[in-house]
């Protein structure tokens, strides 16, 4: 079966930098590369959410000039690729606090956002200024608004109540996390819906990800039995 969401650590281009002697600038700039095959095959094969991690709240700490060569890959990425995807009917949603963004960044964001809001093709989450501690810390400080505000009885806050103050609010949780680079973590990624993921990990770094490669994933994704808990079928 495929996957309904997919979300993908896209890690390893300071580590591709360094093993073809070029600057990080340029691994991240092979790493939008890789980006751009995935979103197509995932918008061609009918995957319903898509959800990268590009900038994480953890990244502020690189230094000043990875970051800022980060954030105009991001602005260039918006300006270059609406067209392309607006055409393919994606919709495009940011995961994360983007008022923290340089103003390129957050305007050529913003206005993807809401370019591609009414498309019905593929949901494309980009994860920009993200972590997964402060999206369940805002969800729970909403909600004890809503408490406080009369709309909401405390004690009979449900799932749903919460989830809708998250950043995936009405998206499915994520079926599959794909982790390219060699590291076997998380870091602080979606982990609210990624409570029953399947989770692939893969040494291949991430300017080197391919088509391919995505496909070995979703190929290991059908082959897992999923429990969620109970016996199996
Ligand atoms: C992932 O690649 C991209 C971002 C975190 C923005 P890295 O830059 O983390 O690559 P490595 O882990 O140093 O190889
Ligand atoms: C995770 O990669 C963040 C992104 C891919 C955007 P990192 O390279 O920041 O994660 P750690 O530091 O290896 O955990
Ligand atoms: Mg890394």
Same mark, same amino acid.
């Given at each position: 079966?495929?996957?309904?969401?997919?979300?993908?650590?896209?890690?390893?281009?300071? #580590?591709?930098?360094?093993?073809?002697?070029?600057?990080?600038?340029?691994?991240?700039?092979?790493?939008?590369?890789?980006?751009?095959? +995935?979103?197509?095959?995932?918008?061609?094969?009918?995957?319903?959410?898509?959800?990268?991690?590009?900038?994480?709240?953890?990244?502020?700490? #690189?230094?000043?000039?990875?970051?800022?060569?980060?954030?105009?890959?991001? %602005?260039?990425?918006?300006?270059?690729?609406?067209?392309?995807?607006?055409? $393919?009917?994606?919709? +495009?949603?940011?995961?994360?606090? +983007?008022?923290?963004? *340089?103003?390129?960044?957050?305007?050529?964001?913003?206005?993807?956002?809401?370019? =591609?809001?009414?498309?019905?093709?593929?949901?494309?989450?980009?994860?920009?200024?993200?972590?997964?501690?402060?999206? +369940?810390?805002?969800?729970?400080?909403?909600?004890?608004?809503?408490?406080?505000?009369?709309?909401?009885?405390?004690?009979?806050?449900?799932?749903?109540?919460? %989830?809708?103050?998250?950043? =995936?609010?009405?998206?499915?949780?994520?079926?599959?996390?794909?982790? *390219?680079?060699?590291?076997?973590?998380?870091?602080?990624?979606?982990?609210?819906?990624?409570?029953?993921?399947?989770?692939?990990? =893969?040494? $291949?770094?991430? *300017?080197?990800? =391919?088509?391919?490669?995505?496909?070995?994933?979703? $190929?290991?994704?059908?082959? #897992? %039995?999923?429990?969620?808990?109970?016996?199996?079928?």
């Amino acid at each position: 079966m495929l996957p309904r969401h997919v979300a993908v650590i896209m890690d390893g281009n300071g #580590r591709w930098a360094r093993k073809h002697a070029v600057g990080v600038a340029l691994g991240h700039r092979r790493g939008v590369e890789a980006l751009r095959e +995935i979103v197509r095959y995932s918008s061609d094969a009918g995957i319903q959410v898509l959800s990268l991690y590009a900038f994480s709240t953890e990244n502020w700490s #690189r230094p000043q000039a990875e970051v800022g060569a980060l954030m105009r890959l991001v %602005e260039d990425f918006f300006v270059s690729e609406i067209e392309e995807l607006d055409e $393919k009917q994606v919709s +495009i949603r940011i995961l994360g606090e +983007i008022g923290a963004l *340089p103003d390129g960044a957050r305007k050529a964001a913003a206005a993807a956002v809401e370019r =591609t809001r009414d498309n019905g093709g593929l949901q494309l989450n980009i994860a920009l200024n993200y972590g997964a501690r402060d999206e +369940i810390l805002r969800a729970a400080k909403r909600l004890a608004q809503e408490a406080a505000g009369g709309f909401l009885h405390a004690a009979e806050a449900t799932r749903e109540d919460f %989830e809708r103050h998250l950043y =995936t609010a009405s998206q499915p949780d994520v079926d599959l996390l794909i982790r *390219p680079g060699g590291e076997r973590r998380l870091s602080n990624f979606l982990l609210y819906q990624c409570a029953y993921a399947e989770l692939v990990f =893969t040494d $291949k770094l991430w *300017p080197d990800f =391919t088509a391919e490669d995505f496909k070995e994933a979703l $190929k290991a994704f059908d082959s #897992r %039995e999923r429990r969620f808990g109970g016996r199996e079928a």
